[in-house]
């Protein structure tokens, strides 16, 4: 009989015998530190309902964009993985899809966090395989029937202390409002996202804006009552909990109209004529506009930008947005960002954090640039870049720069609640390997490695997103 399926205590260290001690000593101290997720995309109703999860396609498959998109990549469809109108309803069917091509996986991020999902929090004891996927199967529905595997039972175990959600900028709040009075009000956070209202000529975009004027209260017939709206919204955010917004735009340009201008171009969007050329240029000026609001009311500016969304027409018309058909592409900041930071980026009320998956941008434009601007600090890699040697590639490329005190700690950007303590566990032992090195080749010392070990993993994420001038 085969031994049972373990985990190696030393994954991801470094593999250089002279480095890897020191790295066990780094990671030690920070292994066991309390999680904060401060974004991600799981839902609210995840812990408002407080629900057991379905099944095991359902928690590992199904809602995860990275798991589908490299089966697909292999011949798989997107219905026989339980998506779409004729999607597979059988989730045992799903679950045999994904143990057959658990291959594909090997040397991908998406493969650690799998692992310790499995290994880890769901105490499988074999490698999925067509031949194991049944045995699997049980052993994780059995396991997600009890009390303890509820998502509140969960925040404890993987020790998250906090956690944002992202929510449109329409939503009621309703649900954090129910999680404030069962006591989570400080720990499960709102997260403002106004993306779709940003972009006039988005299909959808009129019904959009009659949502935010619902729930805001205030009808939006033209530029000043959309500004209004949205900072009503935003004001009731911020008094449910929340730190940040969130915008994962197409352009990074932030180039600000004149008035009349954002006027004309807004009345043309309500009236169905707007151009492409208008709606972009309209878009990078709410983007300042929303800094200009951020240095008013404190909420920290997330950007992520660099990636063509949906890239496949047909998954995108038959199945939606964000189902794994987006395609990194250049990013460019240093112009795009320039109207922003030279309004805002030497505001004390005002603090943003940018991501891309570009990695050349980070050691070109975006570290010269958080080397200088105290609002700026640098989201961690995103996507396809929080993987080992892209996130060892992140530290060589920004340290250099904007050292360790203007990033913004490790963020994990998930759907998937399970994969949180494992994708946080790999940033960890990858910065104590790469804190190794340089104590190793006495750039620093051992003390001041943990020291900013602990900072990378638990409290510049904390500070990243304290909101100016609100004492958390």
Request: with cysteine; net charge negative; aromatic share 10%.
């Amino acid at each position: 009989m085969s031994e049972p399926w373990a985990l190696h205590p030393d994954r991801a260290l470094p593999a250089d015998p002279a480095t890897r001690p020191v790295a066990r000593e780094i990671y030690a101290a920070t292994r066991d530190l309390p999680l904060v997720s401060m974004h991600g995309h799981v839902d609210v109703t995840v812990f408002s309902r407080d629900e057991p999860f379905g099944d095991p396609a359902q928690l590992l498959v199904v809602p995860d964009h990275y798991v589908t998109r490299m089966l697909v990549s292999q011949g798989e469809t997107l219905q026989r993985l339980g998506l779409g109108d004729m999607a597979e309803t059988d989730p045992r069917a799903i679950w045999r899809r994904f143990c057959a091509g658990w291959k594909h996986f090997r040397g991908t991020p998406t493969r650690f966090w799998l692992e310790h999902e499995l290994v880890q929090i769901l105490g499988v004891t074999q490698r999925p395989s067509a031949e194991t996927a049944d045995a699997i199967y049980d052993q994780i529905a059995a396991r997600l029937a009890e009390p303890a595997f509820r998502p509140r039972a969960l925040l404890d175990r993987f020790g998250i202390e906090v956690i944002a959600t992202t929510d449109p900028a329409w939503a009621p709040l309703d649900e954090h409002a129910a999680l404030a009075a069962d006591g989570y009000g400080d720990r499960v956070l709102p997260t403002f996202r106004p993306d779709p209202l940003l972009r006039l000529d988005r299909p959808g975009w009129r019904d959009d804006v009659a949502r935010l004027a619902g729930a805001s209260g205030v009808e939006v017939t033209s530029y000043t009552t959309y500004l209004e709206a949205l900072r009503t919204q935003r004001a009731r955010f911020a008094a449910a909990g929340a730190r940040a917004t969130d915008h994962g735009h197409p352009f990074a340009d932030t180039t600000p109209l004149e008035d009349v201008e954002a006027r004309r171009v807004f009345d043309a969007a309500l009236a169905g004529t707007v151009t492409a050329a208008e709606a972009r240029a309209f878009g990078g000026h709410m983007v300042f506009q929303m800094a200009a609001m951020s240095a008013e009311d404190g909420l920290v500016l997330q950007l992520h930008h660099g990636v063509v969304r949906d890239h496949a027409n047909g998954p995108y018309n038959a199945f939606g947005p964000d189902l794994g058909y987006d395609i990194p592409v250049v990013a460019e900041f240093t112009h795009a960002l320039r109207p922003l930071l030279g309004a805002f980026g030497h505001h004390p009320g005002f603090r943003m954090i940018v991501f891309t998956v570009d990695e050349d941008v980070y050691s070109r434009e975006l570290a010269p640039l958080a080397g200088v601007y105290p609002s700026l600090k640098l989201g961690a890699p995103w996507w396809f870049l929080d993987a080992p040697d892209a996130m060892r590639r992140f530290r060589e490329a920004t340290t250099e720069t904007a050292g360790f005190s203007n990033l913004a700690g490790f963020v994990d950007d998930t759907r998937g609640f399970c994969s949180i303590p494992a994708r946080h566990d790999l940033a960890r032992r990858v910065d104590a390997g790469y804190l190794a090195r340089l104590v190793a080749e006495h750039r620093l010392e051992l003390d001041e490695a943990v020291e900013i070990a602990v900072d990378l993993a638990y409290r510049h994420a904390l500070a990243a997103y304290e909101r100016a001038g609100v004492a958390q």
